[in-house]
């Protein structure tokens, strides 16, 4: 009979825990200053914890092709522990200069990637940012046991989040179609 219970309950305990991981997500969003939809043809995902770069929320396409993971950082967060006699720590603002490399070489296993910026017009265009970049990587597999190839999209907004958007799958062209037609998903609100 407890079994019986048990088992009846289960879908309603991952509803409700669900319904708790959304309304963290959508905190986290507001508290960032960022606007999401998730994209046609994709299903949102359970996140999985991930020592190599913890991210608050995924979805995998209908076809499992691809898969695109979110990781947030709002700046109010930032807290720099910064021992400098001439007390020139980095702002937050100037951080995602230094965030950005260092993401690409945490999901790579120290591999080489290619990245570039977005011109400033297309990041206030596609999200409404100050700056924005992209990247071309293979993946450590301790970030992905089911993806080799990722391309990343990083956005900045000055007193708001550094958010990434990571875009996974055994194809790199299919992660960069997915990335065309997705990418504005996520961007800085008005």
């Not at 720590?89 to 070489?105: K, R």
């Not at 992209?134 to 999209?153: E, G, M, Q, T």
Request: proline share 6%.
């Amino acid at each position: 009979m407890r079994r019986l219970v048990l088992l009846l309950l289960l879908p309603l305990l991952s509803t409700v825990l669900a319904s708790a991981a959304d309304e963290a997500f959508v905190k986290l969003l507001n508290e960032a200053g960022l606007e999401y939809e998730i994209p046609s043809g994709y299903k949102k995902k359970p996140v999985e914890y991930n020592d190599v770069l913890p991210y608050q929320y995924r979805v995998v396409s209908d076809d499992g092709a691809v898969e695109i993971r979110y990781t947030i950082f709002p700046l109010d967060r930032v807290k720099i522990d910064y021992d400098d006699p001439h007390s020139s720590a980095p702002e937050p603002d100037h951080l995602f200069t230094l965030l950005f490399p260092s993401v690409l070489t945490d999901i790579s296993g120290w591999g080489h990637y290619k990245s570039k910026d977005y011109p400033a017009s297309e990041a206030l265009r596609l999200f409404r940012a100050d700056w924005a970049a992209v990247a071309v990587l293979d993946v450590i597999p301790k970030y992905s046991r089911k993806y080799k190839h990722a391309l990343v999209v990083a956005i900045h907004r000055n007193g708001h989040a550094d958010a990434y958007q990571i875009f996974l799958s055994n194809d790199i062209h299919k992660a960069g179609e997915a990335a065309k037609k997705t990418e504005s998903s996520l961007r800085f609100k008005k």
